[in-house]
């Protein structure tokens, strides 16, 4: 015990036996079970409340990529939900596919779904197309101009904006149909002269 460990424990003392005040804290170096120093909750008059600290541990809000591309970019969307368990997390978000467009008036195909590329190579054929005249590129309205284009006597009438290039693919399939005949024809002829 040193010289001013004892000056403190006669402080103490007296102060506690002279005074009489019995609420005097203990000094540190007098504790009767510890040697270590423990602090003691004071109970001094001028003390009338104690002090209490509540932990209040906050929700981690935060959520990460699930994959390997780090980029806000359009194959990278998520979407934030909510797991059972209270836990927040990203789910990646598929693009939406395209349905295919009629080559004439740009409006959807009706009866074709809309897929991605990779889906269309692996259904069947009879899912990706109508079975009509055109069925997998045009819709039926400009097929059914072309077939009243392709009369001798075509209603201009009916022509719209948007339709004029109806004409010339109806002329450009008739002239390849004709070809196909002048062909089949010239082939019979030589097979005939062969043969004589």
Known sequence: MTRVDMR??????VSRDVVGCENVP??????????????????????????????VKMADNRV?????????????KTRIVRTPGGELRTLHIKKAGTAPKCGDCGI???GVPALRPR????????????????????????VKYETTLSYPLPQLHMLR???????DRVVRAFLIEEQKIVKKVLKEQEQGAKKK
């Open 161 to 167: 904006f948007g339709h004029e290039q109806l004409v």
């Open 8 to 13: 403190d424990a006669l402080c103490w003392r």
């Open 64 to 76: 990460t990529y699930r994959r390997r591309n780090p980029y806000n970019t359009t194959s990278n």
């Open 119 to 142: 889906e269309y190579a692996q259904i069947s054929k009879p899912k990706k197309t109508v079975q009509r005249a055109y069925g997998g590129s045009r819709c039926g309205n400009c």
């Open 26 to 55: 203990t000094p540190k170096f007098l504790h009767p079970t510890r040697k270590k120093f423990v602090p003691q909750a004071a109970n001094h008059p001028d003390d009338h409340h104690e002090t209490t600290t509540t932990t």
């Open 108 to 110: 959807k195909l009706p």
